[in-house]
């Protein structure tokens, strides 16, 4: 096989309570074409372009690079070509797809013939926790724990349209997690414990209208939300306008307001909010989708 071409998808991870365990693919995406080469080229197209590494450093190489020696396979160098449409460090899971995409493109590329379950495994060891790897990999609405094994269920995308109000600022994964304390209060556990049951009830049975209810939290965003300049007036403005809940896009900075309706009218509230706030944002209109990564193309 000469070449391979992966698509992988946007992701919103937490959906509010669900801290490292959420996660939802949405319609935009990341493209990459991946080849086996004696030694590795990499060119970048869109977002990024100027700021992603052009070595074995990128991290859809070195998530293929590492799959490729998990299985015993010798590669020489790689020939990448990406195409991207995920901002950076933005709370999309830019870094996700990237995992992903890299991933699926190298058991294709090798004919490793991995599971989605075997690649879920290596994703999340390379990222760190699995709620953004697991949406960009299975699609959908995406539910993980953690016992003897990284368990992953995929469920249906609720039929909602996510608007996400990006702002022109990042907060790297990293730092986010450094604001949030090492231990909570059990109440703070009790009403999340109570909250994701409320979430993933309200999405799955289409009763949007217990999401303002569902997605509350006390485990990260009471601790992020100085991190992003005008949180409040955006959450307040998007629910004002007809949202069903706002919340954090992944780690931020970016927020999602989930709705069925009004959601230009959103988008632009959401905006004008950031903007009230002294940051210029850009909205988008998404939604949830059920296919995760895959090969576009051979």
Known sequence: MDSVNVRAPATTANLGPGFDSLGMALNLYNEIELALADATTVEIAGEGAGKLPRDDTHLVLHSARVLAEEHGATVG??????????????????????????????NELLELGLSREDLLQTAAKIEGHPDNVAPALYGGLTVCCVSDRLCCLPLPPPDLR????????????EAARKVMPREIPHGDATFNVAHVAMTLAALQDGRYEFLGC????????????????????????ALRTGAY???????????????????????????????????????????????????VCR
């Not at 790689?78 to 493109?105: D, E, F, K, T």
């Not at 996510?162 to 994964?173: H, K, R």
């Not at 988008?267 to 209109?285: D, H, N, P, R, T």
């Open 77 to 106: 160098g790689w020939r990448l070509r990406q195409r991207n449409a995920i901002p950076l460090a933005r709370g999309l899971g830019s870094s996700s797809a990237a995992i992903v995409a890299g991933l699926v493109a190298a």
């Open 162 to 173: 996510v608007v996400v109000a990006i702002p022109d600022f990042e907060v790297s994964t």
């Open 214 to 237: 569902g997605m509350q939290d006390k485990l990260h965003e009471p601790y992020r939300a100085h991190l992003v300049p005008g949180f409040e007036r955006v959450r307040e403005a």
């Open 245 to 295: 809940a706002v919340c954090l896009s992944g780690s931020g900075p970016t927020m999602a307001a989930f709705a069925d309706h009004y959601d230009n009218d959103i988008a632009a509230v959401m905006c004008q909010a950031f903007l009230e706030a002294g940051v210029q944002a850009k909205a988008l209109i998404l939604e949830p989708v059920a296919e995760g990564a895959s090969v």
